[in-house]
Each structure stands twice: as C-alpha cells, then as structure tokens.
C-alpha cells in the first residue's frame, strides 16, 4: 500500500510564505505526476499545480509567479513553495499522485493539510 504524507501548514500573515511538502511511501510503486490541489470552505476543490516525472510543471494561471512547485524523484517527494501569500489562499491543501502500485495504474490523495492565511 502506498501512502501520500503532507506536512508544512500552518498559519501565516498576508504576504508571508510556506513550503508544503508531500512524500510518497510504500513498496513497489513508480510515481508518475504528482501535484497539490486545494479546497477553500465552500469551494470545489481546484487544481494549484502539477509536476511530471521530467520536470514539466503546470499552474493555476493565477497562482503563476507566487507559488512554486519541485520535485525530488529520489525521495519521491513534491514541494509547493508559496510566496507573497493572500487570505484567499486559505484551504487544504492535498497532495495528489498518479501512479503504478503493483503493476496497475492509479492514484491517490493525502489527508489535506491547512493553510491560514491571516493576520
């Protein structure tokens, strides 16, 4: 069984900043693209970025320029560094990964970790 743990919420004042972090663990799975989403009270959730196995990314066009997303494939690994943060970015934040676990393909979703933004 593989598992996505996420960690590095919190809170944080307008303008401040926060690196998510998100490790894939388990036996015999190969990652493939893996990437953060996120879901404001209210909201539907909605994709923030995605990174594939070559290092291509792809952002929420309104996010482009503040948040970053990186990936270690050693560690199998994801970072969403966010900079310059604003209210309306409070949500959880979920790690998603599209994989082969066993020899069949899938994907999975961490528990969600929340970021506050506010003074």
């Known amino acids: 069984q593989v598992q996505l743990v996420e960690s590095g919420g919190g809170l944080v004042q307008p303008g401040g900043s926060l690196t998510l972090s998100c490790k894939a663990s388990?036996?015999?799975?190969?990652?493939?693209?893996m990437g953060w989403h996120r879901q404001a009270p209210g909201k539907q959730r909605e994709l923030v970025a995605v990174i594939s196995r070559n290092g291509s990314t792809n952002y929420r066009d309104s996010l482009k320029g503040r948040f970053a997303i990186s990936r270690d494939l050693a560690a199998d690994t994801v970072y969403l560094r966010m900079n310059s943060l604003k209210p309306e970015d409070t949500a959880v934040y979920y790690c998603?990964?599209?994989?082969?676990?066993?020899?069949?393909?899938?994907?999975?979703w961490g528990q969600g970790t929340q970021v506050t933004v506010s003074s």
């Open positions: 388990g036996s015999n799975f190969l990652v493939y693209e």
């Open positions: 998603h990964a599209d994989l082969i676990v066993g020899g069949r393909l899938g994907d999975i």
